[in-house]
């Protein structure tokens, strides 16, 4: 195991760069200068998600983006609005950029990996759609977040699904209503993010909580996060009996019979994914 973490890996080109160290794959979205969305983006984004899926080297994803301006601006809105020549008016288009958009983030929410958004800048529409769509969210203090579709006469219904299962209704509709961007203050007190930090210590601050979580049986985190979205779809009752059932399969696992017998002997753990 030890072997497999230490394992590097650098890719510098096309939309999304990818590096691998110890663990951690951290993918930078590279699309400046607003890091939009756009169809090449996003399918690049999807391809780095799905070779991280089996990739034992792979324990914890860090999304981040390239600048300190913008994470991301949303949807690439250049490019939709040139489609309207299309003889459809751009609906096929538009309908396989929603479609891309809504598998991505579905993508990120049943990763078998933890997936932590680093932000730093503008996280707007589709922008911000990833940010609540990840397992953790810690951003800058000069961060800012909104979803103004409204303000374009384009409500943000695809960003709302994210976003309404990360805050409140009330301060869900506060954001897509008024369309008006809020600070990263403002979004923590939301729920939208875990916390707020200098921008200079941002990097170091993500790549800590992802090697606290790589340190961790990666099988235990893909039991546990699988668990945790399936049972907020559940009632109260039902929810009780399915994470019943998840626990019992886990305590059977390898790993939290090695966990288990390593905290009663006070040694350290070795995990082995099984």
Not at 42 to 60: I, K, P, T
Not at 103 to 127: F, N, S, W, Y
Not at 143 to 153: D, E, Q
Not at 239 to 261: C, P, S
Request: proline share 4%; with cysteine.
């Amino acid at each position: 195991m030890a072997e497999i973490l230490a394992m590097k890996r650098d890719e510098t080109s096309g939309p999304v760069l990818s590096a691998l160290h110890n663990g951690i794959l951290r993918l930078t979205l590279a699309n400046p200068p607003a890091n939009a969305l756009s169809l090449a983006l996003m399918a690049a984004l999807q391809a780095e998600l799905a070779r991280a899926r089996d990739d034992a080297a792979v324990r914890v994803i860090i999304v981040a983006a390239q600048g300190g301006k913008a994470f991301s601006a949303g949807h690439d809105l250049k490019e939709m609005t040139a489609r309207r020549a299309d003889a459809d008016r751009g609906r096929a288009f538009f309908e396989r950029t929603m479609t891309a958009a809504a598998a991505l983030m579905q993508t990120i929410v049943r990763h078998p990996k933890p997936v932590i958004a680093e932000v730093d800048g503008l996280a707007t529409a589709a922008g911000l759609q990833i940010v609540a769509s990840c397992d953790l969210a810690i951003a800058t203090d000069r961060s800012h977040f909104c979803t103004p579709g409204v303000n374009i006469g384009l409500f943000c219904s695809t960003p709302m699904v994210a976003l309404s299962r990360n805050v409140s209704r009330k301060h869900a509709m506060e954001m897509l209503l008024t369309g008006e961007t809020i600070d990263a203050r403002t979004a923590r007190e939301f729920g939208l993010i875990n916390r707020v930090v200098p921008p200079e210590y941002l990097s170091q601050i993500v790549t800590k909580y992802a090697e606290t979580i790589a340190s961790k049986s990666p099988l235990t985190l893909k039991i546990g996060k699988e668990a945790f979205y399936n049972q907020a779809e559940m009632g109260l009752e039902e929810a009780y009996a399915y994470a019943a059932r998840v626990m019992t399969e886990n305590m059977l696992a390898r790993d939290a019979e090695e966990g288990i017998g390593a905290f009663i002997g006070k040694r350290k753990p070795e995990w082995t994914g099984e």
